[in-house]
């Protein structure tokens, strides 16, 4: 989305120009380079530890959320038993970004400890689950609480017990 916003920046400078200049064409490496960072698998630095929480929705109900307060989604196409995700490739986890877990590590105290695990994705990264379920945040969620992905293709925020969360 960004690299896109700043390509149509740059063509749209371009088209209001008004004196005729040679122009000029930016790469698309500078332009992703002139995005800043982009959206993907959250880093994992070693030792980190997923940390989930409750959170209240107005729209919602009760979700589970990431550290940052963020509303955790899965989908619906996803497998639980084992857990497996239809998310890989990088268009689709740019918009549904895995929630990961170095080493398995996940802290969630107000979560029935059954219900959280982590399964190895095939990039050796190790993802969150939730009632088996592998969770996510989405993209276009712009602040904490945010439901914007609820019911968005087949993805739900996810409540505390695992399943779809309703109100």
């Known amino acids: 989305m960004i690299r896109f916003a700043v ?4 063509l749209l400078l ?5 004196e005729a200049e040679p122009e000029e064409t930016a790469t698309l490496e ?18 980190d530890i997923a940390k989930l929480r409750v959170e209240q929705s107005a729209a919602a109900g009760p979700v589970v ?8 989604y899965f989908h619906e196409k996803d497998g639980t038993n ?4 239809t998310c890989l490739d990088a268009e689709c986890t ?3 970004v895995p929630l990961l877990a170095a080493g398995g590590k996940v802290e969630a105290p107000e ?5 959280i695990g982590t399964f190895k994705r095939p990039d050796g990264l190790e993802q969150v689950t939730i009632g088996g379920h592998p969770v996510y945040r989405y993209v276009d ?4 609480g945010d439901t914007a992905g609820h019911g968005v293709d087949g993805r739900f925020a996810i409540a505390p017990n695992g399943a779809k969360a309703t109100r």
């Open 30 to 47: 500078e332009l992703e380079a002139a995005s800043g960072p982009v959206a993907g698998p959250t880093p994992v630095l070693p030792g």
């Open 94 to 96: 740019l918009v549904w």
């Open 111 to 115: 979560l029935d400890p059954a219900l």
């Open 7 to 10: 390509f149509a920046l740059v």
């Open 141 to 144: 969620d712009e602040q904490a």
């Open 82 to 85: 084992p857990p497996s995700s």
């Open 65 to 72: 959320a990431d550290r940052d307060h963020y509303t955790l």
């Open 14 to 18: 371009g088209a209001c120009s008004a």
